[in-house]
């Protein structure tokens, strides 16, 4: 018989440690200071304070196989044994590396963004031939540690129907094959892994599925009835919720509840109700605290929704809308924020409790219809977007940039950090502690940029950058020069692997007091007779990659931020940088899941970023820079921001974007290093870049430089690279000349 689910649950946790443990043990571990046995000593230890710490804070629903030595995604196609032959190796855990970062002579598998978040994911390849099998070590394992310690866990997975939709296409797929063609396949494995579990005692699997939250073809509610139809029916399993969130299932929500399953997950922050009568008879998993913020939930409003959906429904069950793995843990551990903010705030910890509030009261309380003053609405609000009148047509500002920066064909440039080494590290935190002086730490800055300047030229770069020395986060160090802004000490958030950041608090109206980049960029240009970029992060970047406030349209602080931008840009300008890169990343990341609301939100996005760049004369070089992120999808977007240069990801994902740009008109730099990788590129293999790049891109309008920034690799690397890709674009100058 099944077993009734929990009366309160989270669909997932933050698994990189309160303190970056596991952060730190991966490092340790890739750098050859540890061994596996510490790397899995210290995953071990993070597992069982996750699961003690949950059970004392009252949750009756806990979730495992929700930890991760790199990424969800990655760690199913493992389970699934969809492996490409080129990373099988005979240790399983170098397999799962070189799958995420790469191996001698062997590019990973594609990074991209998980939806609409800033977390990234690794894109896995299935094709006609790939041989699917089941290795259950990892779920089963964590089944196993948690009852040792006494508790009972619900293992939770990527869905197959999600898992397909996120994989590509192996390279040698013949034309027309999709992933999702070989759903009956990995269903089989899937209903393998059940049995498994089952026989191990497991009374509910958790099967996440956020693709269905998107708009789909016919064909992805079929394969929902598919493959739940038949995992459904199996006769020795463990009891099925499918979870969804991001967004309303829509037309996959009648889908799965045609199914056998026993309970349906639904977002219900970001998504709504509707339509949740044809759950009746099933569980209803409510997510009424929300996963992706840092705001305390509204508790009056969140449990006469749940009484609503009680009503509607039948059995319902307390939860968060999404997997609290895009949230700081402890937000007690903020002494350093005002008062009067931290009491607004609820990071992981303080959402269980919530969570486990809301199901107490939940269960004392009879039923009632949401109040009409409870209901869904939107605010009202009175928008104030800016218009600008835009600059000149790309042909005059690319005859006086040619003028002005005399150029040669095919100019090398980076991202814009260079390494952040744990000397600059260490004397930011003793800054931060008192411990040394403002102006012993403005020396060593000025040294690393007097190192970095040189090294550049040195290697025979032609548009240099400063490395940004002086920067912990290309996000937080603008919120910590903006009013409306607060920062945290420990509010880390997992980004990728090991690579966490500290998203700021964007609580209140954004302004800027004095030039923030000015400076730094104005001293190393004075350093060279070679330009100088000035490097900004753009407003929609800025805002994406923040927790910020609910009490107004997110367009509208997008523009309170574009203006703080626009006004460094006027100041850059006038301290004479010739060249200025405003970095959009994020655009792509929040463009609404649902086809719908696409256009308005990419309008006023586009709207931001040109008036942020508007005031900038001709003569002034903008950049702008995306990356990890299906740039291809908003090509049109991309071409209205009307940046001089844009420069992508590519090396990485082995040029996909490059025959969507088609004829770009205006700079285009395909990225020739992936610079999430250790590996260092030989000036063959980018020279081979560059010339398939130049099929599509004239050699007059291609840029040289790496995939993203590279703050995360080593110096001795980085020159090695660098030296390569100057040397690549100087054999096919002489080409092209």
């Given at each position: ?554 367009r509208e602080v997008v523009f309170q931020v574009a203006d703080a931008v626009r006004e460094e840009v006027g100041d850059l300008e006038e301290a004479g940088i010739r060249v200025i890169q405003v970095d959009e990343p994020a655009l792509r990341e929040l463009v609404p899941l649902r086809r719908a609301e696409q256009a308005a939100y990419l309008a006023w996005a586009v709207a931001a970023y040109r008036w942020a760049t508007s005031g900038a004369s001709a003569h002034t070089q903008i950049h702008t820079h995306l990356c990890y992120s299906d740039a291809d999808e908003i090509l049109a977007a991309i071409d209205a921001l009307d940046a001089d240069v844009t420069s992508i990801e590519s090396a990485r994902s082995r040029g996909r974007l490059l025959g969507a740009v088609g004829a770009f008109p205006r700079g285009l730099g395909p990225g020739v290093y992936d610079i999430h990788s250790p590996r260092v590129p030989g000036a063959g293999e980018v ?51």
């Open positions: 018989m099944t077993s009734s689910f929990p009366a309160s649950t989270v669909l997932g946790y933050p698994r990189i440690g309160p303190r970056r443990e596991l952060k730190r043990a991966l490092e340790a571990y890739w750098e050859g200071r540890s061994s596996r046995e510490e790397l899995e000593d210290a995953g071990r230890r993070l597992r069982a304070d996750t699961w003690r710490r949950l059970a004392a804070l009252g949750l009756e629903g806990l979730p495992s196989n929700t930890f991760s030595y790199y990424d969800q995604v990655l760690d199913t196609a493992v389970l699934l044994g969809a492996v490409p032959g080129r990373y099988r190796h005979d240790d399983d855990l170098a397999t799962y590396f070189a799958m995420a970062r790469g191996a001698e002579g062997i590019a990973p598998l594609r990074m991209t963004k998980w939806f609409d978040t800033n977390y990234h994911y690794i894109v896995p390849e299935i094709g006609p031939d790939t041989v699917f099998s089941l290795d259950a070590a990892k779920p089963l394992t964590e089944v196993r540690e948690a009852r040792a310690l006494g508790l009972e866990t619900r293992p939770v997975l990527v869905g197959p129907v999600t898992f397909l939709l996120l994989s590509q296409a192996a390279p040698d797929s013949p034309d027309g094959f999709a992933p999702l063609d070989r759903l009956d396949d990995v269903v089989e494995v899937y209903a393998r892994l059940l049995a498994e579990l089952a026989a191990e005692g497991v009374g509910w699997v958790q099967l996440d599925e956020p693709a269905l939250v998107t708009d789909r073809t016919a064909a992805e509610p079929a394969a929902v009835e598919a493959a739940y139809g038949r995992l459904g029916r199996l006769e020795n399993r463990p009891a099925l919720l499918v979870a969804s969130y991001f967004g309303d299932l829509g037309d996959a929500l009648p889908a799965l509840a045609g199914t056998p399953v026993e309970a349906v997950g639904l977002d219900l922050v970001r998504g709504t109700a509707h339509g949740v009568d044809a759950l009746a008879g099933k569980t209803v998993v409510a997510g009424v605290v929300s996963g992706r913020d840092v705001w305390r939930a509204d508790r009056d409003r969140a449990l006469a929704t749940l009484r609503a959906a009680r009503e509607r429904a039948g059995r319902v069950v307390v939860s968060t809308s999404c997997s609290l793995l895009h949230v700081p843990y402890d937000v007690e551990r903020e002494t350093g924020l005002d008062p009067a903010l931290r009491r607004r705030l609820a990071f992981a910890e303080q959402k269980v409790a919530e969570v486990v509030e809301l199901a107490a009261l939940l269960a004392a309380t009879p039923g009632r219809h949401l109040p009409e003053h409870l209901a869904a609405q939107e605010r009202p609000h009175t928008s104030r977007l800016r218009t600008a009148e835009g600059r000149a047509p790309y042909a005059v500002r690319a005859a006086a940039q040619a003028e002005h920066l005399k150029l040669p064909l095919l100019p090398v440039t980076t991202i814009g950090s260079f390494p952040q080494t744990g000397e600059l590290r260490r004397a930011r935190a003793a800054l931060a502690a008192g411990e040394i002086g403002a102006a012993a730490y403005e020396s060593m800055v000025r040294a690393e940029i007097d190192q970095v300047i040189a090294l550049q030229e040195r290697l025979g770069l032609d548009v240099l950058v400063h490395g940004e020395p002086e920067r912990n986060d290309m996000v937080q160090y603008f919120a910590e020069h903006l009013d409306g802004f607060a920062v945290t000490r420990h509010g880390w958030v997992q980004s990728y692997g090991s690579r966490c950041t500290r998203p700021p608090i964007l609580h209140g109206d954004v302004r800027r007091p004095e030039p923030i980049t000015v400076r730094w960029a104005r001293y190393a240009q004075s350093l060279t007779s070679k330009p100088v970029k000035g490097m900004l992060t753009g407003p929609v970047t800025i805002v994406a990659w923040s927790f910020v406030r609910d009490d107004l349209p997110l020279e081979r870049l560059l010339t398939e790049a130049l099929r599509t891109v004239p050699a007059e309008r291609l840029w040289v430089n790496p995939d993203c920034g590279l703050k995360t690799r080593s110096y001795e690397q980085v020159e090695a690279a660098l030296a390569n890709v100057v040397e690549a674009a100087a054999r096919l100058r002489e080409r092209y000349a």
